[in-house]
């Protein structure tokens, strides 16, 4: 069965997150999109059972709201990743190994949420674990 290309609705072009090694994704609307031309195109001597399409659209459901909680738990790790780094500045850091110490200037979060600092000489030093942090002292 051949379905034709369903039209954007209200002026907006079908689009689908796709990075570079994952497959396209599907909205919520383009998914009753398809279900609906999936209805309009079907055979009326074999018509497809009413409750594997309700079947497919909870299924879809559950999925999206899945991800929309994935997204939420990503929004709120990376905020309290940031406050944790926010509470590092001005702290003095030691490497496990002990070779790297100084005082952090500024801390760096990258896309995969690793942490690394920028100590007041310029240096730098992953903040992973075992790493030492205390107050810094202050000569009287």
């Known amino acids: ?9 209200s002026g907006q072009t079908p689009s689908t997150s796709q990075t570079p090694g994952t497959t396209p994704t599907v909205n919520y609307d383009q998914f009753l999109q398809l279900l609906i031309a999936e209805l309009q195109n079907q055979d009326p001597t074999q018509p ?5 399409y309700m ?3 909870a299924s879809f459901s559950q999925v999206e ?5 994935n997204t939420t738990l990503s929004a709120m ?3 309290s990743t940031l406050s944790q780094a926010d509470s590092l500045i001005g702290k003095n850091v030691a490497s496990s190994d002990g070779k790297t110490s100084g005082t952090v200037a500024s801390v760096t979060i990258a896309t ?3 942490a ?4 007041t000489d310029g ?3 992953s903040l992973a674990n075992g790493i030492t942090i205390s107050n810094p002292t202050t000569s009287q």
């Open 1 to 9: 069965m051949s379905v034709n290309a369903i039209p954007p609705t």
């Open 48 to 52: 497809t059972d009413p409750t594997q």
């Open 55 to 57: 079947s497919q659209l």
């Open 65 to 69: 709201q899945q991800v929309q909680t």
């Open 77 to 79: 790790l990376t905020s």
């Open 112 to 114: 995969d949420g690793t």
């Open 116 to 119: 690394t600092a920028t100590l």
């Open 123 to 125: 240096t730098t030093m």
